[in-house]
């Protein structure tokens, strides 16, 4: 399997436009994660997906920001309109049911710069 | 919320020793633990895990011990290689099975020295 997908790896874009990132998860796994890394705040998870269901959005910063996962090989999660709070790196994530584990396996990222 | 309390240090060891990461964790409660690895430039990459009734895992070079007594967790490298050189993450989960949402530590950045 090629892992989860994430596209674009970078994206530089000015405050007020929308962004749009994208994943694709390992096929079979039931779980999609969003999250945002900075050095400020570390890794914060930004909602979750269960069979294409968001489950826990708690995460989502502000109104600005929505996900969707219309099938269960694809996820984006939007920005809109974009600011540079929200330069950050997105990584996208999946795992699978069962076994009492949480094993999530990670995407390469998505570089955001918001200038 | 809980918070797993780590801040980011930095570990500087010889290529050849062995290395020891920490990471306290605040919810008395969780039961699942996870090691992760961070690259600089990739996303997370898992290491090994371990749950509550569990003291002890081991995995290829590498050793994960919890202390639920005092809400520790270690990570063991044995014979650290310049590729071991990382961003290394805890993360804390309660029912794991249901609950999906790890409480990840800040990370600490180990530097092997050829």
């Known amino acids: 399997d090629a892992g989860v997908i994430q596209s674009p790896r970078h994206e530089v874009t000015e405050m007020g436009q929308e962004v749009t990132l994208r994943c694709k998860p390992i096929?079979?796994?039931?779980?999609l994660f969003w999250y945002r890394q900075t050095m400020m705040r570390g890794l914060e998870l930004l909602i979750y997906?269960?069979?294409?269901?968001?489950?826990?959005d708690s995460g989502m910063p502000e109104d600005r920001f929505s996900a969707k996962m219309p099938n269960a090989s694809f996820s984006t999660l939007k920005i809109q309109p974009s600011e540079p709070r929200d330069s950050a790196v997105y990584f996208c994530?999946?795992?699978?049911?069962?076994?009492?584990?949480?094993?999530?396996?990670f995407g390469a990222g998505t570089r955001l710069s918001v200038l | 919320g809980e918070s797993v309390g780590l801040h980011l240090p930095t570990l500087s060891v010889q290529e050849g020793d062995n290395s020891i990461i920490n990471c306290a964790y605040s919810?008395?409660?969780?039961?699942?633990f996870i090691w992760y690895k961070q690259e600089s430039g990739k996303g997370p990459q898992f290491i090994i895990d371990?749950?509550?009734n569990m003291d002890k895992r081991q995995g290829q070079r590498v050793t994960v011990l919890l202390n639920k007594t005092v809400k520790h967790l270690s990570l063991q490298i044995a014979a650290t290689q310049p590729g071991d050189s990382a961003v290394y993450f805890c993360?804390?989960?309660?029912?794991?099975?249901?609950?999906?949402?790890?409480?990840w530590g800040l990370g600490t950045s180990l530097a092997v020295n050829p």
């Open positions: 994530a999946s795992a699978q049911a069962g076994g009492g584990k949480n094993i999530q396996y």
């Open positions: 096929s079979g796994h039931d779980y």
């Open positions: 997906f269960n069979n294409n269901v968001p489950i826990d």
């Open positions: 919810n008395s409660a969780s039961d699942y």
């Open positions: 371990i749950r509550s």
């Open positions: 993360a804390e989960n309660y029912n794991a099975g249901n609950n999906r949402k790890l409480i």
